[in-house]
T-cell receptor
């Protein structure tokens, strides 16, 4: 079946630094990928929709300058948390849509970000 | 805008028994999909079952089945013969207008 690799699974960084999270579709092409944020014991909140070769579409309230998204190829999207602060600590999950299916969304295993 | 509501934050069921998780939704789209996802402690999102809105027949996947009431905008999940491995957070989700919207989740506990 379709597999999405998300890396790293866990990262700790110092306040003020930047962190990059990768989301890679391993066996399918994904023109569209999605980034979610999940706080403890809460639901997944869509942050942005990433489209290959174009600018990402951010949801209302999400700072595009803080959460930089790059979707440079049909199999890779990256989320960079810039100038991270403790309040950015969260669980981030990506999802990739298989171009060959009507509905084919596969989730990555998530990244737990801790900013100290 | 589309919304998904899960009114049961927590549910518990005796092993081997049946449990039903509730979900209601709202959307202005005529073409949409509904899903139940399972999130175990590993946090990996696992697709349990899906339902195309244009299909009247309720979807079934082994021990998992749904009761899709389109007019009432209701989409409940029934788990039969509950097993210890079913313990997890369950999220109801709606895909419409190119977006996947999740409910707030129901934590399911299986009592041995």
């Amino acid at each position: 079946g379709a597999v999405v690799s998300q890396h790293p699974s866990r990262v700790i960084c110092k306040s003020g630094t930047s962190v990059k999270i990768e989301c890679r579709s391993l066996d399918f092409q994904a023109t569209t990928m999605f980034w979610y944020r999940q706080f403890p014991k809460q639901s997944l909140m869509l942050m942005a929709t990433s489209n290959e070769g174009s600018k990402a579409t951010y949801e209302q309230g999400v700072e595009k300058d803080k959460f930089l998204i790059n979707h440079a190829s049909l199999t890779l999207s990256t989320l960079t948390v810039t100038s991270a602060h403790p309040e950015d600590s969260s669980f981030y999950i990506c999802s990739a849509r298989d171009d060959g299916q009507v509905y084919g969304y596969t989730f990555g295993s998530g990244t737990r970000l801790t900013v100290v | 805008a589309q919304t998904v509501t899960q009114s049961q934050p927590e549910m518990s069921v005796q092993e081997a028994e049946t449990v039903t998780l509730s979900c209601t939704y709202d959307t202005s789209e005529s073409d949409y999909y509904l899903f139940w996802y399972k999130q175990p402690p590993s946090r990996q999102m696992i697709l349990v079952i899906r339902q195309e809105a244009y299909k009247q027949q309720n979807a079934t996947e082994n021990r998992f089945s749904v009761n899709f009431q389109k007019a009432a905008k209701s989409f409940s999940l029934k788990i039969s013969d509950s097993q210890l491995g079913d313990a997890a957070m369950y999220f109801c989700a709606l895909f419409g207008n190119e977006k996947l919207t999740f409910g707030t989740g129901t934590r399911l506990t299986i009592i041995p």
